[in-house]
């Protein structure tokens, strides 16, 4: 009994230790001709897919070129040959996904090839205009593929604080705080920031400029701006025109829209004309303003020959044979529409002259558009930063002047200016500035005097260049005047 029960035992006993080793070598030899082979077969499937592919993709560019009667030579028509029904969908790579199958188009062939990953290039927009006066932008930030791994701290930024940063995948956006007027805001982004998601290629640089203007409420008393031109001839296309610069002597909301209008006063005489032709009154013109021949010209966008006159028309004989301007253009017409619309009329007093001259209630004289500073508006000119009343003429108005014994020699030289103001004892007599700052009168119908214009100019959407209007020669730029 105990010799069966032995050997039943026996035969269960399990594999000894050297049986075990050579099982495990046996099964590491199977694994290390097993792997390569299914290796093999996969990476022969990937390439039966990849000729199929190929095959599929010739087939239908062939039949897609012989659709159209003519295709022209193209980087990929994948894309038309999908949206036409040639194929259902743009084939994968089945080799290494991150490659892309492209179907170029030269001289008539299709020809197929693969693409390594495209690098994400980079494309930055913002949410104003190049110039612009906003509090803040948002910036967005356009990658051509979808990357990883880009942040707020990828993005350099001068002249604005960065805020809120958002985004994934090809579209990123930042809100930037503005800081400082005149200057530019650069947003830049360096090569390598970002990651494309398929393929890890580095990404391209951007960058972005954005003018922090100046608007037209920023403008404070005193600065100098340019606006309009003036031309001897507005229609003559080869004369070249001369910028108009002013200064703003006050500022003042005069069409209730509660945004203040900027007060201009030309900077410096830009013509010589009579105030007043000889006929209405007296032989030697007439001082009332709402009549006056310069009040018709400053008021007119009319073209040469066609200004309409209150009375007799500047002409040489009755202007005192100096500078005649009945056939001239009107001031206006060297002004654009959208200038001449951002010009607020206002409304001038002027005193109420009767048979025994000048008294009584002041005459109101409605729509000035441009007119002459009175007498009583010359103090504006050293609230400005004048030294006093004195001024010189343009080089373009000593051109224009027509008698080189009654103008000045050249544009350092003071000259004579007509104020709006009548002289109160003689009809024919204005208030004038001398050239040595004093207030003097002289006939209405002298046309060797200077002419200095005054406007106001509509500053709300208004935007300014980068200059700092300190003077003339640095006097703002008007870049947008919507």
Known sequence: MNKALKIQSNKRRGFTLLELLAVLVILAALATIAIPIFTNKSNEAKQVAHDENIRTLQKQAQMYMLSHESV??????????????????????????????????????AIIETNEPPTPTLSITASTPDTTSAISIIYTFTFSTSVTGFDDTDISVTNGTKGAFAGSG?????????????????????DGAATATVGGIASTAG???????????????GKYIKFGRYKINPA???????DIIWRVINKEDKNGDEIDELMLVSDKIITFKAFDASGLNSGYGDNYWPSSNIRDWLNSNQSAGNVSWTHAGPTLSNNSGYNNYEAKAGFLANFTVQEQEKIVPVSLTTPTRTVSGYDGTPVITNDEKVFLLAESELPLLTVAGYANYIAQATQKAIDEGNDILMEPPNISTAW?????????????YVQYVYTN????????????????PSLYLNSSSMMLGAENGATAATAYTITNLN
Request: charged share 25%; proline share 4%.
């Open 236 to 242: 003559d296309v080869g004369e070249t025109g001369e």
């Open 437 to 452: 700052g004093t207030m003097s009168e002289c006939l209405a119908y002298d046309g060797f005097r200077g002419v200095r």
């Open 207 to 221: 960058s972005k400029d954005i003018v922090l203007a100046l608007t037209g409420a920023d403008i404070v008393v």
């Open 72 to 109: 022209g030579d193209s980087d990929d028509i994948i894309d038309a040959m999908v949206a036409e029904g040639f194929i259902k969908e743009r084939p994968t790579y089945p080799i290494n996904p991150t490659y892309t199958y492209v179907v170029k188009v030269e001289s008539g062939k």
């Open 170 to 190: 090809t579209t990123y956006t930042l809100e930037v705080t503005n800081e400082g007027v005149g200057v530019t805001q650069r947003i830049s982004v360096a």
């Open 416 to 428: 004579v200016y007509f104020t709006r103001t009548p002289y109160l004892s003689n009809a024919a």
